[in-house]
């Protein structure tokens, strides 16, 4: 189920994360739920929707750490 707004993500997500990151995530989602749409295009036996959310969390990790304040902030 892709997303079609930042706000729509996972409360985990959207609760935790600042407006640009949420663009990230779900942008990620979204590139990740049709690239493995296919179960032989996944590894192990995660589901599709496993697999999208492990992409979109790797996407904002990429760009974003948790601070020690619990808080997101983007990487210098």
């Not at 892709?2 to 993500?9: H, L, Q």
């Not at 032989?40 to 599709?48: L, Q």
């Amino acid at each position: 189920m892709p997303y079609d707004f930042r706000d729509d993500i996972p409360d985990s997500a959207r609760k935790v994360l600042p407006p640009h990151a949420r663009t990230i995530y779900k942008e990620a989602f979204n590139s990740a739920w049709e690239q493995y749409k296919s179960p032989e295009a996944r590894r192990g036996d995660s589901s599709r929707e496993e697999a999208a959310h492990a992409v979109a969390w790797k996407a904002v990790e990429a760009k974003y750490r948790k601070g020690d304040d619990g808080n997101w902030h983007p990487k210098s």
